[in-house]
């Protein structure tokens, strides 16, 4: 990848970031290298791709659709977490992310 697309990129990535940051009601933190909702990771820059956490059956779907790839920790495979390498989408895949991993599940922390 040239240097002007790991720039685009990061600029993607800033853009994306800031504008989370600036809406309150959200509760988005920059912290341990990622996006964290109350306290919970639920994006991070890996390289030129998005990795975003999303329910198991949604991150499925979009590694059908190759919109996402599957993102590996350390010979594992996370069903969670997937990479998104079209930054066109990170706004929209990152708010899924948050709705998902800042939202508890019904019983959770309701």
Do not use: C, I, K
């Amino acid at each position: 990848m040239t240097d002007q697309a790991d720039d685009l990129r990061r600029s993607a990535y800033d853009a994306l970031t800031r504008t989370l940051l600036r809406d309150e009601h959200l509760d988005v933190e920059v912290a341990r290298g990622g996006l964290h909702v109350r306290g919970r990771l639920f994006a991070f820059l890996d390289g030129a791709e998005l990795v975003v956490r999303l329910p198991e059956a949604r991150a499925a779907e979009l590694q059908e659709r190759e919109v996402a790839t599957t993102f590996d920790v350390v010979e594992h495979t996370n069903r969670n977490w997937v990479r998104v390498s079209d930054w066109h989408l990170w706004p929209e895949m990152a708010r899924e992310a948050h709705q998902y991993v800042g939202h508890p599940p019904l019983g959770g922390e309701s």
